[in-house]
């Protein structure tokens, strides 16, 4: 049988599982003889299975039950034995990669201890320990960086030190999470244990350390070998059902303080100072954070620190944009000229929609009027101006933190480290190839064109979906315009008494977007979740080597599918809605059958402001359901279950976390991802909504707590990950930061009606006022609508029915500047018209160089890295050489001693004077 055969059949035997783990194979199905898996036994004497013990009734313990071996991770099975039905060969196939799996880790060194559960007879836990001959060595392969000596450089003193006496209310308490103690650092290396600052051999390597390692080798301690064929890692495991669970542990309870000895109580302390709805105001424990859950998920949290604090200036300044607009609504000239009952109670407006739709006048939009006025006023600019600086402040500034962050967790140079292949790249690594660098045969999983096969395999599916939205938005589109006529008619007409009271509130163009939005932000979770499977698959099938790799390549498939999806409605609305609608001779069809809907006669920047006011707050409450009140009813449920199998058992530490809820395989993706988005919605139309700011930063206070609380709580523990930056959405967030500049830019200059109010109050408005001629507002509303003669309506759009008071009425208004009826060039655009779109892209183009000439400036007078920290880390690097030079300096004098000036110590073979030539470059 070749390779692809057996590939095929365990392709096969995987799915049959998967039928049988979901109950719907037929329980007398029987496995053909050739499906049956052979497996090639390990050397001799390996095949010993884990240490069995009972529970000890040590309820927080978190070492074996001698009290000594820690437990580094924990694998979580199903006994077949105790199930109700016969044993079939899916499970005695299940049982035999157990077994292979459990004898290759105790074969690498490990030891396994099984305990059956105290609740449930059906479950085994195998606890995971590694010696420290192991963890050295695994130390060694994953380069992680261990103290040599301690710091002896000055540390860089707060600007704040000043106000210490008030700003310490607002950081964890010093009493209960102390200051760790810095040290020098370097890549550990067996061969030089000596070197390191080892003062307890126990406590040298850390618990999250421990969990990295053990993670490591499960995901390549091999569990199935036939032919050429080699299957490892715990995750195919996991995912066929051979394991349920495999998770580190937590230390203690998180609201319980462990007694056991050996417990440090780091879930406790960040319950009580992160996670506690009491600590809502105080810092994040950025230190400890790392220390317990790794630098991934600390970044993570300092990021999202960071971007709510700074977020805090950017609120301040959109709620007094906000407050301006609202003291300004009653004074406004255009919204006082919409409201007059002379003025805009006489100007008579042109149907909307054909036929059912009919005319009505300009003072029935008086209440949306004052309501854009909120929105639309010169604050505003002033708003989308500050912002676009604003972000190149907050991207700046938070390089530099990270720089810092970078310093103080060590992971300068982890990205220069060479990252290990993830198990799923290496198990299928079938062919061969000259690495270019090496010029080594090396294996890989497929060939060039194998390669450019899977990426446009990809890349169509991704631009497919793509595609599907447009279609999404189109099919809301005619919505809108189906709704709209439907709308119009009914609240255009006279004789619905009941609809009176509330015509002044509830205008078509109200009614439509309100509905439209609802309608557009369940289509867009409908198919976030539908594309969320086919994005991974996709992934999967590329196969990327590292794990950051496969990170990268999910995220931007994500966001660009996210980015649409979210987006596209409102650049429809900003950009696209009531720009092409001809005028009431001649309208604008969509598809040759729907009428282009138009925006209110203040233009359409109030339904973008509503369309981003259901999506953002939509979002926020769906996130929230899904991300902490799920799992906590999960939790819930769980726990009263289990209450009543065993409520008089002590239940031990890893039974308890198995309570949990697990993490998902994506960990942080979707937490980055739903800030990012959220990054999108504060920056790229934050022109329509400066209250966008202030609903972030809220949003945001709950969101560090409620992800604290989350992860320290209701889930199971994190493995810890190394990690230097926010990775891949770093450059998504500059993308976007380029992007709101144009986009803000253009929503002032074709949403608002800022422009054209500007060219009218400098060009076409005079008052005269004594000896001199003085520019005003008056006129402003009845100078953007222009006349039309209702005789030259086509069959096709004149309404059929005409309200009682137009009668006498031979004419009506649109907003456009045309030419009225009877001039030389009748309907034509005017030469005012020339002049706002003349104004409108000279807004763009100057606006948008001055803020991108600005935003280089900024980023060229703020390095990415403090000068501090730079000299700290070239200080570091120099001071870590001496040390290592002078004890290589004492490692060679002592060695090459002669053996009689040293007779306790024995000579050294040449086999280890050969090695020493080596150990010189360390």
């Given at each position: 049988?070749?390779?692809?055969?057996?590939?095929e059949?365990?392709?096969?035997?995987?799915?049959?599982?998967?039928?049988?783990?979901?109950g719907?194979?037929?329980?007398?199905?029987?496995?053909?003889?050739?499906f049956?898996?052979?497996?090639?036994p390990?050397?001799e004497?390996?095949?010993?299975?884990?240490?069995?013990?009972?529970?000890?009734?040590?309820?927080?313990?978190?070492?074996?039950?001698?009290g000594?071996?820690?437990?580094?991770?924990?694998?979580?099975?199903?006994?077949e034995?105790?199930k109700?039905f016969?044993?079939?060969?899916?499970?005695?196939r299940k049982?035999?990669?157990?077994?292979?799996?459990?004898?290759?880790?105790?074969?690498m060194?490990?030891?396994?201890?099984?305990?059956?559960?105290?609740?449930?007879?059906?479950?085994?836990f195998?606890?995971?320990?590694?010696?420290?001959?192991?963890l050295c060595?695994?130390?060694?392969?994953?380069?992680?960086?261990?103290?040599?000596?301690?710091?002896?450089l000055?540390?860089?003193?707060?600007?704040?030190?000043?106000f210490?006496?008030?700003?310490?209310?607002?950081?964890p308490?010093?009493?209960?999470?102390?200051t760790?103690?810095?040290?020098?650092t370097?890549p550990?290396?067996?061969d030089?244990?000596?070197?390191?600052?080892?003062?307890?051999?126990?406590?040298?390597?850390?618990p999250?350390?421990?969990?990295?390692?053990?993670?490591?080798?499960?995901?390549?301690?091999?569990?199935?070998?036939?032919?050429?064929?080699?299957?490892?890692g715990?995750?195919?495991?996991?995912?066929?059902?051979?394991y349920?669970?495999?998770?580190?542990?937590?230390?203690?309870?998180?609201?319980v303080?462990?007694?056991?000895?050996?417990?440090?109580?780091?879930?406790?302390?960040l319950y009580?100072?992160?996670?506690?709805?009491?600590?809502?105001?105080?810092?994040?424990?950025?230190?400890?954070?790392?220390?317990?859950?790794?630098e991934?998920?600390?970044?993570?949290?300092?990021w999202?620190?960071?971007?709510?604090?700074?977020?805090?200036l950017?609120?301040a300044?959109?709620?007094?944009c906000?407050?301006?607009?609202?003291?300004t609504q009653?004074?406004?000239t255009?919204?006082k000229?919409?409201?007059d009952?002379?003025?805009?109670?006489?100007?008579?407006?042109?149907?909307?929609?054909?036929?059912?739709?009919?005319?009505?006048?300009?003072?029935?939009?008086?209440?949306?009027?004052?309501?854009l006025?909120?929105?639309?006023?010169?604050?505003?600019?002033v708003?989308a101006?500050?912002?676009?600086v604003?972000v190149t402040l907050?991207?700046?500034?938070?390089?530099?933190?990270?720089?810092e962050l970078?310093y103080?967790?060590?992971?300068?140079e982890?990205?220069?480290?060479?990252?290990?292949?993830?198990p799923e790249?290496?198990?299928?690594?079938?062919?061969?190839r000259?690495?270019?660098?090496t010029?080594?045969?090396?294996?890989?999983?497929?060939?060039?064109?194998?390669?450019?096969?899977?990426?446009?395999?990809?890349?169509?599916?991704?631009?497919?979906?793509?595609?599907?939205i447009?279609?999404?938005?189109?099919?809301i589109?005619?919505?809108?315009?189906?709704?709209?006529?439907?709308?119009?008619?009914?609240l255009?007409?006279q004789?619905?008494?009941?609809?009176?009271?509330?015509?002044?509130?509830?205008t078509?163009?109200m009614?439509?977007?309100?509905?439209?939005?609802?309608?557009s932000?369940?289509?867009i979770m409908?198919?976030?979740?539908?594309?969320?499977?086919?994005?991974?698959?996709?992934?999967?099938?590329?196969?990327?080597?590292?794990?950051?790799?496969?990170?990268?390549?999910?995220?931007?498939?994500?966001?660009l599918?996210?980015?649409?999806n979210?987006?596209s409605s409102?650049?429809?609305?900003?950009?696209?809605?009531?720009k092409?609608?001809?005028?009431?001779?001649e309208p604008?069809?969509?598809?040759?059958?729907?009428?282009?809907?138009?925006?209110?006669?203040?233009?359409?920047?109030?339904?973008?402001?509503?369309?981003?006011?259901?999506?953002?707050g939509?979002?926020?409450?769906?996130?929230?359901?899904q991300?902490?009140?799920l799992?906590?009813?999960?939790?819930?449920?769980f726990?009263?279950?289990?209450l009543?199998?065993?409520?008089?058992k002590?239940?031990?530490?890893?039974?308890?976390d198995?309570?949990?809820?697990?993490?998902?395989?994506?960990?942080?993706?979707?937490?980055?991802l739903?800030?990012?988005?959220?990054?999108g919605?504060?920056?790229?139309?934050?022109a329509?909504?400066?209250l966008?700011?202030?609903?972030?930063?809220v949003?945001?206070?709950?969101?560090?707590?409620?992800?604290?609380w989350?992860i320290?709580?209701?889930?199971?523990?994190?493995?810890?990950?190394?990690a230097?930056?926010?990775?891949?959405?770093?450059?998504?967030?500059?993308?976007?930061a380029?992007?709101?500049?144009?986009?803000?830019?253009?929503?002032?200059?074709?949403?608002?009606?800022?422009?054209?109010?500007l060219?009218?109050?400098?060009?076409?408005s005079?008052?005269?006022?004594?000896?001199?001629?003085?520019?005003?507002?008056s006129?402003?509303?009845?100078?953007t609508?222009?006349?039309?003669?209702?005789?030259?309506?086509?069959?096709?759009s004149?309404?059929h029915n005409?309200?009682y008071?137009?009668?006498?009425?031979?004419?009506?208004?649109?907003?456009?500047?045309?030419?009225?009826p009877?001039?030389p060039?009748?309907?034509?655009?005017?030469?005012?018209?020339?002049?706002?779109?003349?104004?409108?892209?000279?807004?763009?183009i100057?606006?948008?160089?001055?803020?991108?000439?600005?935003?280089?400036?900024?980023?060229?007078?703020?390095?990415?890295?403090?000068?501090?920290?730079?000299?700290?880390?070239?200080r570091?690097?120099y001071?870590?050489?001496?040390?290592?030079?002078?004890?290589?300096?004492?490692l060679?004098?002592?060695?090459?001693?002669?053996?009689?000036?040293?007779?306790?110590?024995?000579?050294?073979?040449?086999?280890?004077?050969?090695k020493?030539e080596?150990?010189?470059?360390?």
């Open positions: 049988m070749n390779d692809n055969e057996i590939l059949m365990d392709e096969t035997l995987d799915f049959l599982e998967g039928e049988a783990e979901l719907m194979m037929d329980e007398d199905f029987v496995y053909p003889q050739e049956l898996p052979t497996y090639e390990l050397p004497g390996t095949m010993a299975r884990a240490e069995q013990a009972d529970f000890n009734g040590k309820q927080d313990s978190l070492f074996f039950n001698d000594v071996r820690r437990i580094d991770f924990v694998l979580v099975y199903e006994d034995d105790k109700d016969d044993k079939r060969h899916t499970f005695k049982k035999q990669r157990r077994e292979y799996l459990e004898a290759s880790l105790m074969s060194g490990m030891a396994l201890e099984a305990t059956r559960s105290v609740v449930d007879d059906k479950l085994i195998v606890k995971v320990h590694m010696p420290w001959d192991v060595t695994y130390a060694e392969v994953l380069h992680i960086k261990l103290p040599i000596q301690p710091n002896d000055a540390s860089r003193p707060s600007p704040w030190r000043f210490s006496c008030v700003t310490k209310h607002f950081y308490s010093e009493d209960k999470i102390g760790e103690a810095d040290f020098y370097a550990f290396e067996k030089r244990l000596e070197y390191f600052y080892v003062k307890d051999q126990d406590n040298f390597f850390t999250s350390m421990r969990s990295r390692m053990a993670y490591y080798i499960l995901n390549r301690a091999p569990y199935e070998i036939r032919g050429n064929i080699k299957k490892f715990i995750t195919k495991l996991l995912d066929s059902g051979v349920k669970a495999a998770y580190p542990l937590h230390d203690c309870r998180f609201n303080r462990s007694t056991e000895l050996g417990s440090p109580n780091e879930r406790l302390l009580e100072e992160w996670a506690h709805p009491k600590s809502f105001y105080k810092m994040q424990p950025l230190d400890l954070i790392r220390k317990y859950y790794g991934k998920i600390g970044i993570y949290f300092a999202l620190g960071f971007y709510t604090l700074m977020l805090a950017a609120a300044v959109g709620l007094g906000f407050i301006y607009g609202y003291h009653e004074t406004s255009w919204s000229e919409v409201c009952p002379n003025i805009g109670g006489a100007i008579v407006m042109c149907p909307q929609c054909d036929l059912e739709c009919t005319y009505w006048r300009l003072n029935s939009t008086c209440e949306s009027s004052k309501k006025c909120i929105f639309d006023n010169f604050g505003t600019l708003f101006v500050f912002m676009s604003w907050f991207l700046e500034f938070w390089k530099r933190y990270q720089a970078e103080e967790w060590d992971t300068v982890f990205l220069e480290q060479e990252e290990q292949p993830r790249y290496e198990a299928k690594c079938s062919h061969e000259i690495n270019p660098i010029r080594a045969k090396e294996k890989v999983p497929y060939t060039a064109c194998g390669r450019c096969i899977r990426l446009s395999l990809g890349i169509g599916t991704v631009l497919f979906w793509i595609l599907l447009l279609a999404s938005v189109v099919a589109i005619v919505y809108r315009l189906a709704v709209f006529f439907a709308f119009s008619a009914k255009r007409a004789d619905l008494k009941e609809l009176e009271p509330f015509k002044e509130y509830v078509p163009q009614a439509t977007t309100v509905s439209a939005s609802i309608i932000f369940v289509v409908i198919l976030n979740i539908l594309y969320e499977r086919v994005a991974i698959w996709i992934t999967n099938f590329e196969l990327p080597r590292t794990k950051t790799e496969y990170e990268n390549s999910l995220t931007l498939k994500m966001f599918f996210q980015f649409v979210y987006y409102c650049f429809y609305i900003a950009f696209a809605k009531g092409v609608v001809g005028y009431p001779k604008v069809y969509l598809l040759g059958k729907y009428r282009n809907e138009e925006c209110d006669p203040g233009g359409c920047l109030m339904e973008l402001t509503t369309q981003l006011t259901v999506i953002m939509g979002k926020a409450i769906w996130n929230n359901i991300e902490v009140l799992p906590w009813v999960k939790n819930l449920i726990r009263h279950c289990t009543q199998a065993g409520s008089e002590v239940i031990p530490r890893w039974e308890q198995y309570q949990l809820q697990p993490i998902g395989k994506l960990g942080l993706f979707y937490e980055y739903e800030m990012v988005i959220q990054f919605f504060v920056t790229l139309f934050v329509s909504f400066p966008a700011p202030v609903l972030a930063l949003n945001n206070l709950f969101e560090i707590r409620v992800d604290a989350k320290t709580t209701q889930f199971r523990r994190m493995v810890p990950e190394k230097q930056d926010i990775g891949a959405w770093q450059p998504i967030l500059q993308g976007v380029i992007l709101a500049v144009a986009t803000n830019a253009m929503i002032i200059a074709f949403s608002s009606d800022m422009i054209p109010r060219v009218y109050y400098w060009s076409f005079v008052f005269p006022y004594g000896d001199h001629a003085e520019s005003t507002m006129g402003y509303i009845n100078n609508l222009s006349i039309f003669n209702i005789d030259d309506f086509s069959n096709f004149r309404p005409t309200p008071w137009f009668k006498n009425s031979s004419t009506c208004r649109y907003r456009d500047f045309r030419n009225p009877g001039h060039r009748e309907y034509q655009y005017n030469m005012q018209y020339w002049h706002v779109i003349a104004a409108k892209m000279a807004f763009i100057v606006v948008e160089h001055i803020v991108y000439f600005t935003k280089f400036v900024l980023s060229y007078i703020i390095p990415d890295v403090p000068v501090h920290v730079r000299e700290q880390i070239k570091e690097r001071l870590t050489q001496v040390i290592i030079h002078e004890a290589n300096l004492k060679v004098t002592k060695r090459l001693k002669p053996p009689e000036d040293d007779e306790e110590k024995p000579q050294h073979p040449k086999g280890k004077e050969e020493l080596l150990e010189l470059d360390f």
